[in-house]
Structure formats: C-alpha cells, structure tokens
C-alpha cells in the first residue's frame, strides 16, 4: 500500500512544512560534526505501525543516521518497550525528531484502535472496516495503519466502487433508478452497493441484484431479519452507532462488514517518545 516513492514524496512535504527555510534552534546549537545518540520508546501499550515512515524521515535529512528496531509493523508493544535506537549527527535527529514522532504516534494510535475493534468482536466472522472519514492528504498512511491492526479496507476511494446513499437514492427518483443508472456506465469490475435503512429497501436492492447491502442505523433484530432476508445473495455491511460495547452484537447478527468511522476518526495518538 505504501510504496517507497509514495512515502518519501510526502514525508519531503511534511518535512518542508516543518522546517521551513531553516531550524533556526539546531542550525545554532549544533555542528555538523556533533552526534547523538538516542532511544525511541513507548509510554503505553499499543500496536506499533509507521517503521519504513520513521526511517524515511531521518533517510532523508542524512544517510548518516543509523537506526535499530526491535519491534516491526504489527507488533503488540508494552509500556516501557524500547521499539528502536537512533544515532548519528545532532542536527538532524533533532531536526526530524518531531516530523518522524508525528507520523508513527498518528499511524499507531490508528493500528491501536483498529485492534481493538477486530478482537472485541470475538468468534464471529465480521471483520472491521474502515470509511472515507479519513485525513485529507493522509488517506493512504491512516488505510495501512487499519490493514497493520488487523482491520479491513473499504473502498479508497469514490472510483472504486459505486455505492448509493440516500441523497443519491433522492437524485435518481427511487434505489431501483440508481441502480440502472449506473449498471448502464460502470465497468464490470466495479461493485455496486446500496445503503439501505428499512427491510422494504433491502428487499428492492436485492431485486435489483446488486453486490453489497448496508444495513444503515438498524437495531439488532432488523439487522438479523435483514441478514436472513439477504441469505448470501450480497455481501451483508452493517453501519451506524458502532463502539467498543455494541460491536460484538453487532457482529452476531451474521453480517459480513462493520464500517466504522471511529477506528480512524476517533483514534488517539499513541505516545512515543524519543528520549536522548
């Protein structure tokens, strides 16, 4: 998901932004031949994610810095932990501390978070995903972060899959219109998928024979009545009111997909600390 070119381009911009024409409190404190050495530890437990980012930072400001990790993307880290050792010239550790600190603290918390949602739901089969309730311009590091904590993917984005919600239900005149609307332009390898908030709604998607249903705000017993309904015939989404205490019963109701803005929305930084 994150190929090397795709992380040192943006990690170039955030490093502009930062230091902008200079670090007008490294530039002065230090030389360019002073060194350091330091440690990257964590205060609390949590899923680590964001190593190949972290280094890219430091890559960048000098190929002089040598880092080692002891934990890679994925890992269960413990308060305390020492994920990696740093060392190499002052200015620029100093320089980049907080840029890299930003990056994997935020795709951390998100690996974090994501992890917990995917094991509160237990033995079901459900599987936790994510929305486009995303960072603008961070889109592609917060997706990786849900994929690190175990979670699923959604659609990137809106090209990649067609999904009808009530406002384009409204535009078209009814669902049955949407959807033959857009049978009629989109490519054979898209999926359609409807957004359904009544069992009324979920029978005429399923009449109009499409890929995946949303049950939309539903209580539990219409979300088990829509999931009989559907009886494998569509992949079977369920979204709306979805936390750390309703997930699990929301995952018994048989639904294939929980979508939840929450796991990325919601996600506190996780804190890491890079200590001299």
């Known amino acids: 998901m994150l190929n ?8 170039k911009n955030a490093l502009n932004e930062d230091i902008g024409f200079g670090d007008i409190t490294t530039d002065y404190l230090t030389t360019e031949e002073d060194r350091m050495s330091c ?22 400001l000098s190929k002089d810095i040598k880092i080692k990790f002891y934990f890679k993307d994925g890992d269960e880290i ?9 060392e190499g010239p002052a200015k620029y550790i100093l ?3 907080r840029t890299a600190l930003n990056y994997i603290q935020r795709m951390s918390g998100i690996a974090t978070e994501t992890n917990k949602y995917q094991k509160a739901i237990g033995e079901y089969k459900a599987k936790i995903v994510d929305t486009r309730k995303t960072t603008p311009g961070f889109r592609a ?26 406002n384009h239900i409204k535009f078209a005149g009814s669902l049955t219109e ?3 609307r857009l049978k009629k332009h989109i490519s054979h390898a898209h999926k359609i998928e409807v957004e359904c908030d009544t069992l009324e709604q979920v029978k005429e998607a399923l009449d109009c024979g499409v890929d995946i249903i949303m049950l939309d705000n539903m209580s539990i017993d219409t979300m088990k009545d829509g999931v009989k309904l559907i009886s494998g015939k569509a ?23 929980i979508s939840s803005s929450a796991i990325v929305a919601k996600a506190p930084t996780l804190d890491l600390g890079l200590d001299m």
Not at 4 to 11: G, L, R
Not at 49 to 60: A, D, L, P, S, Y
Not at 235 to 257: M, P, R, Y
């Open 95 to 97: 320089m980049g501390e």
């Open 78 to 86: 413990k308060r305390g932990d020492k994920i990696a050792d740093i």
């Open 235 to 257: 992949i079977v989404e369920a979204s709306g009111n979805v936390n750390l205490q309703s997930i699990k019963e929301i995952a018994s109701t048989g639904v294939d997909i």
């Open 39 to 60: 440690v990257l530890n964590t205060r609390v437990d949590g899923v680590f994610c964001g190593k190949e980012v972290f280094e890219t930072v430091f890559n960048i």
């Open 178 to 180: 949407a959807v033959n």
């Open 141 to 166: 590091f917060e997706k990786y972060s849900v994929k690190t904590g175990g979670g699923s993917l959604h659609r990137f984005n809106l090209a990649d899959c067609a999904m009808i919600k009530d």
């Open 4 to 11: 090397k070119f795709f992380i040192e381009e943006h990690v």
